[in-house]
């Protein structure tokens, strides 16, 4: 029953963020202790951030509520499987599941399609659709030293 309401609000999040023109059809919430925490929906296109996709929305929403950078005990409800970039958001954040109603073939026949970046991913560095090359200043790993010898960090 609370797997069902939770899924039917994220997919109803996702479906009035396409009838309001606010972006994609994609919504998501946070869930802790049978509660919700936060929502998100997918806000690319009106707020012209590429990363605003409702994942990432949502875990956002929620570490500010539970004032914490790790969502342990937490699970997400999404509209559609995530992108890499929110599997990517998903994992740092470390909720203990993921449910999800489309797939992501189901996006890709829609236009939303992220095989690509996938295929990218699996490539050597050096044949990327994007060039990424390595560039080191002096001290260019001055951050991560000074990270590794400081005795006053919080790990994640």
Known sequence: ????????????????????????????????????????????????????????QAIRAA???????????????????????CIGAIYWARPKAVYYA?????????????QFIYEELALPVEKRGIKMIQFCPDNYDLPFRTWKNSTNKTEY
Request: net charge negative; charged share 25%; with cysteine.
């Open 1 to 56: 029953m609370a797997k069902d309401f939770f899924m039917k609000k994220a997919v109803t999040i996702a479906t009035e963020n396409v009838e309001t023109n606010s972006g994609g059809p994609f919504g998501a919430i946070v869930v802790k202790d049978g509660k919700i925490i936060s929502e998100g929906r997918n806000q690319v296109t009106a707020t012209n951030d590429p990363t605003a996709h409702a994942e990432v």
């Open 102 to 114: 489309c797939t992501k073939n189901d996006a890709a026949q829609i236009g939303f399609d992220d």
């Open 63 to 85: 570490c500010k509520v539970l004032n914490t950078f790790q969502l342990t005990d937490c699970e997400i409800y999404t509209s559609c499987e995530p992108c890499p970039m």
